[in-house]
């Protein structure tokens, strides 16, 4: 990857986790957890940004591929936020 391509995506990378960070501050006095659990959604999607940028790989341009940790996770999550199992919906 270009070492430049490579800086602005961890800059977003970096943008991207100050956005889910305020996102759980402006969330939790709301008292719905299901709306609250959305952060669970953003942090298993930067959590593969992240990893598909340390192997060197432009998750923009060529997408990512989950880990099955990743998977378990976001599966939680979806579950936490709509109540259903993803298979469910």
């Known amino acids: 990857m270009d070492p430049l391509r490579h800086k602005d995506l961890d800059h977003m990378v970096r943008k991207m986790g100050g956005i889910i960070s305020v996102f759980e501050i402006r969330s939790d006095p709301l008292g719905n957890r299901n709306f609250s659990a959305m952060r669970d959604v953003m942090d298993v999607y930067l959590d593969a ?21 990743q998977k378990a ?9 709509f109540g259903v199992t993803p298979d469910q919906l």
């Open 73 to 81: 996770n976001l599966k939680a999550a979806l579950e936490r936020v």
């Open 49 to 69: 940004c992240t990893h598909a940028l340390k192997e060197g790989k432009d998750f923009i341009d060529d997408g990512m591929e989950l880990t099955d940790d």
